[in-house]
Structures are given as C-alpha cells and as structure tokens.
C-alpha cells in the first residue's frame, strides 16, 4: 500500500473511533468508502477462518421496539464473530419502556456498555439517546433512517459490479426509510439514482435535496418521477421494498391501490440493463411489490444482500469501537 494511502486510512480509523451512525448524512464519502471495503477484507478473513478477535472484552447493547430478524441475528452474530457480546433487549422490558427518561437511560448504559444499537420508531429518540451517551450508538432503524442496511446494499453492489460510481439505480416503491438511506448512500459513491413513487409517497424533500447536493460532489446525480418505467430505464439496480411497513398495517388496502403499477415484475424489468441486479431489504411479499419470478430469478441478489448485513456492520463495529 502507498504510504500516502496507509495515511488517508490511518485518519479516517481516527476519524470514525468513538462516533455515532445515525445516517449516512453524517458521514463523508471518504468514510463509508472505507467502512466498505473494510467489509469485504472482513467478509473474506470471516470466510477463511481468519477474523481477529479485534473486539475481545467489549459488550453491544441491542434495544429493540420492532420486530426484527436480520438486524438482530447479524448484529450478535457479528459481535461473536470479533470476539464481543451482544446483548438483547427488549424496550419493553426496559425502564424506558415505562418512563424512565432518555436522558437517565443513556447515561445509564453508558457506564455498562461500549455501544448501543438501537431499532426505533423515533429518530427524534435515538437522536437524544445519542446526544445523552458517551459511547457510539448506532441507528438499527428508525422512522426516518436505516444506515446500516445501505451499507449492505451498497456492498452487495460492489461485489457484483465492482465499482459502483456511474452505474444506475432504480428505486421503485414507497419513499421511506430505506429508500432514504439507500439514496445517500448511492449518491455518496457516485451512482446515478432515479426513485419512483406514486404519488403522496414521496421521498422526503429536504432529503433529496442533500443526497443531490453529494451526488453533485461526486459525480452522480439524483433524480424522482411518479413513472417507474422512466426509473427502470437502463437500470443496473433495481431496488424495491414492502409497500406497508411496520405500523402501517392500517393503512395496507388503501396503500395496494395506491401502488398498482409500481410492481417489480418481468415487464418492468425488461427496460433495465439485461444484466440487471434486483435487491430487496426484506421481508418481501412475493406478487405485491415484486413478482416471484424476479425475486427468486437469475438477476436477485437478495439473500447475499441479507448476508452482508453481517459484514457491513462488522465494519461499522470494529470502526467505531
């Protein structure tokens, strides 16, 4: 490695050592470049049986107020896996759960753990539990953002494409959490991004404006219609998620009518490059937001996709530990 390189890396590990991850806005393009490939050297050692224990000896506290499966999972497993422990809690059976303030919980934790992940439906509360920690709390999802599952996606993407700067996007579905990480993340390493929504499921406004402020900084660009195929068109990616979210089960009749023409399906996917990858957060609902026969074809990427949550936080770990 040139020495000018072991530098630039030496200052960003210094950089990112005590830190939050609450969002990717908060982040430089330098810093998720290097929590990147500092996933596949994990995912690589991880497969080889040569993973440092580089952890030994620190404790993550896991809060949860969802349901979860992959963060969960690859959050302990990840802790394992560089010698750590991980520790479930449920906010429920939390004092917060029954009053205690954010204030008091953060200071609290602080004096047991090294880090907190937290899975929210607040980002307003994660955003205090942070500001009241002395240790790196990182964002598991929240209402707003979901950094962690970005990382994932836009590793998933490198290990297919290999350099992801210049290669298109397609985001088709609601403009929630994910979409609004996935997007400044995407713009952050230079792709070109086009999201389609139906209409009253926009993206957030002020969101989009930064993530095309970084697209402009890098080289991308960012752009939003109501019409997927102009999305789709000559896509690398396409990229889609649940139309009802976690706590939006009230409105699922209304949101299926709304989303009619926004399914991921083999006439969709014929405008995008023949190569194509498909990528899905999941849980999917196979024949809503996607047809079967992407999903579970040659194209999908989304089990590997859900498998590099595990490195890609690996990398966050070990940065900010």
């Known amino acids: 490695m040139h020495l000018s390189s072991i530098k630039t890396t030496k200052k960003i590990e210094g950089q990112l050592k005590g830190r939050n991850l609450l969002t990717l806005l908060d982040y430089t393009s330098e810093e998720i470049d290097y929590l990147l490939q500092t996933a596949l050297i994990m995912k690589k050692d991880t497969k080889a049986g040569k993973l440092p224990p580089i952890l030994q000896g620190k404790t993550l506290g896991m809060i949860f107020e969802k349901h979860s499966t992959r963060t969960r999972i690859s959050f302990e497993v990840g802790m394992i896996q ?10 429920k059976d939390l004092q917060i759960g029954r009053g205690e303030s954010v204030y008091d919980t953060g200071n609290v934790l602080s004096g047991y753990l090294d880090a907190v992940m937290i899975r929210a439906n607040s980002h307003e509360m994660v955003k205090e539990l942070a500001l009241h920690s002395s240790i790196p709390v990182i964002n598991g999802l929240t209402d707003i953002f979901h950094p962690c599952q970005a990382l994932a996606d836009l590793l998933t993407m490198i290990e297919v494409k290999g350099s992801v ?157």
């Open 82 to 91: 560089l010698g750590g422990h991980a520790m479930f809690m449920n906010a």
């Open 165 to 321: 700067a210049g290669k298109k996007l397609a985001y088709v579905g609601d403009g929630n959490n994910v979409a609004h990480s996935l997007v400044i993340g995407a713009a952050h390493m230079g792709m070109h991004v086009a999201v389609a929504t139906p209409e009253g499921f926009e993206f957030n406004q002020d969101l989009f404006v930064k993530a095309k402020k970084i697209a402009e900084m890098t080289g991308g660009s960012v752009m939003q219609t109501y019409n997927p195929v102009e999305a789709v068109e000559s896509a690398d990616v396409v990229y889609t998620d649940v139309w009802t979210s976690m706590g939006q089960e009230e409105e699922a009749a209304a949101r299926l009518e709304a989303f009619k023409g926004f399914q991921i399906n083999d006439q969709l996917v014929s405008h995008a490059k023949k190569n194509y990858m498909f990528l899905h957060c999941l849980p999917a609902h196979r024949e809503e937001e996607v047809a079967t026969s992407v999903i579970d074809g040659p194209n999908s990427y989304v089990f590997q996709q859900a498998e590099n949550r595990l490195h890609a936080q690996k990398a966050v770990l070990a940065a900010l530990l």
